[in-house]
């Protein structure tokens, strides 16, 4: 793919920031690939979401790459596919490290992950500095989802304040919801599409630089 990976644009030094549009667009993508692969038609779980697995196009599109690690989701009256815990830290659900139990909602929890990188610009682990213990994104971000005032001191400051911040509050909501210690509360992917497809739509400039700081004046208003 043309432009890489998300995790390269999102963390590599010297790169230009994406726009507060651009990432909304492709977390629409990747919610799009899982509530894909979560139908009856295909039934399988990715299990390995993370944001180095999520190639961009020219456009800024996003494709899920390296299956490697798939599964076949449950059939019949089975809840559940009982495996060897595979994945990677800070992005696995807590359920399925613990129990070895994979289901889609296993997948979910990985996507809120991901919309939290968005949101944050920050890795889902940070390597720890010395002499303090290692810190997960979603250990870190949780005081600050739960208030909708607060949520905005986790933005990404490289978006230099171009983003809507109802737009953001809903995302950040959206991504609660995703990381619910609970996975039958958590939302399938075909509701997380609508939500996003909603905080796209209501996007009123036709034409969306894909970097933060394109322009000055070109704030995009995702509400």
């Known amino acids: 793919m043309q432009k890489g990976s998300l995790e390269n644009h999102l963390f590599r030094k010297n790169v230009q920031p994406i726009a507060w549009a651009t990432r909304v667009n492709i977390s629409v993508g990747v919610a799009k690939g899982l509530a894909f692969l979560h139908?009856?038609?295909a039934n399988v779980i990715f299990r390995d979401l993370?944001?180095?697995n999520i190639l961009l196009d020219s456009d800024f599109n996003a494709k899920l790459s390296d299956f490697g690690l798939a599964r076949d989701g449950p059939t019949g009256d089975?809840?559940?596919v009982s495996t060897r815990v595979i994945g990677t830290q800070g992005y696995a659900a807590p359920e399925y490290v613990a129990t070895g139990h994979l289901t889609p909602r296993s997948d979910v929890y990985s996507?809120?992950?991901v919309l939290l990188?968005?949101?944050t610009g920050k890795r889902a682990v940070e390597d720890a500095r010395p002499g303090l213990s290692e810190e997960t994104l979603v250990d870190w971000a949780m005081p600050f989802l739960s208030d909708s005032?607060?949520?905005l001191r986790i933005m990404d400051t490289r978006l230099g304040g171009q983003y809507s911040k109802k737009g953001a509050q809903a995302a950040a909501a959206l991504a609660l919801q995703c990381l619910n210690s609970d996975p039958k509360?958590?939302?399938p992917m075909v509701d997380v599409v609508a939500t996003l497809e909603g905080l796209q739509s209501s996007n009123t400039f036709q034409r969306?630089?894909?970097y933060a700081n394109a322009t000055k004046h070109s704030c995009h208003s995702l509400t």
């Open 185 to 187: 509360i958590r939302p």
């Open 78 to 80: 089975n809840t559940h």
């Open 117 to 119: 990188e968005l949101l």
């Open 50 to 52: 993370k944001a180095s």
């Open 149 to 151: 005032r607060r949520v």
């Open 111 to 113: 996507f809120g992950v």
């Open 39 to 41: 139908s009856l038609n």
């Open 208 to 210: 969306t630089p894909k």
